[in-house]
């Protein structure tokens, strides 16, 4: 078993909908990120948490670190969100030295 | 500020040759950390530079090697090529450690016939 697990792993909307994308995880975690990537390759980070919620724009980011789970979420999705959503966390016992990653969850916004 | 910039963005080498690759961090970041992703195996962590030290190592092979300057600049070296390290090669930069924000570059795609 993978120790981030990200579901769905392709997600398919129309424009507008609202966006979930969720991540758990199995080991202790000292921060999550979620990252986004485009075709081609860069990858951004959209968001770096280790509790609560956090938003910035369109993207709302939550976790609960009781339950090992986060949610990343998308209001009023455009086709330009079509990316690549991956969530990454950082193990103690790693020395936070690493990110352990999830398998990316494939998003496409159509018009 | 800059970001993170990651040279060549392509390259394409021959199986049994070495390959070099650069990642300059964002200004005042001290550490960089490298990452393979394939098609197969997703996104794995290859090894976190701090200050030239090396702090950290994936489960690769010793064929797979870096380093790291006194201005935090590094480079990844992979010798003795093979078919499979075809991948898109990342790098990170954080100010500390990823209890920091990370800031990624563009990447190196690299091909190995």
């Known amino acids: 078993k993978n120790e981030v697990e990200q579901s769905p792993q392709n997600l398919t909307a129309q424009e507008g909908e609202f966006i979930t994308i969720n991540c758990s995880y199995s080991v202790g975690i000292s921060a999550l990120h979620w990252l986004q990537q485009h075709p081609g390759g860069g990858i951004v980070s959209l968001f770096m948490l280790s509790s609560g919620k956090k938003k910035h724009g369109r993207l709302i980011a939550t976790i609960n670190i009781q339950e090992k789970h986060s949610s990343l979420h998308i209001t009023a999705s455009h086709p330009r969100d079509s990316a690549v959503y991956i969530c990454a966390v950082t193990n103690p016992g790693d020395s936070n030295y690493q990110l352990i990653w999830g398998a990316g969850t494939k998003l496409i916004i159509k018009p | 500020k800059a970001g993170v910039t990651q040279t060549p963005r392509y390259l394409i080498k021959t199986r049994g040759q070495q390959v070099t690759l650069s990642c300059s961090p964002i200004?005042?970041?001290?550490?960089v950390s490298w990452y393979q992703q394939t098609p197969g195996q997703g996104l794995q962590f290859l090894f976190e530079?701090?200050?030239?030290?090396?702090?950290n190592k994936g489960n690769f092979p010793g064929r797979f090697s870096g380093r790291q300057f006194s201005n935090s600049r590094s480079e990844m070296n992979v010798s003795t090529l093979e078919l499979g390290d075809s991948a898109l090669y990342l790098c990170a930069s954080s100010f500390l450690d990823m209890n920091t924000e990370a800031f990624f570059g563009q990447g190196t795609r690299l091909t190995v016939v």
């Open positions: 200004s005042g970041h001290r550490s």
């Open positions: 530079y701090f200050s030239e030290t090396q702090r």
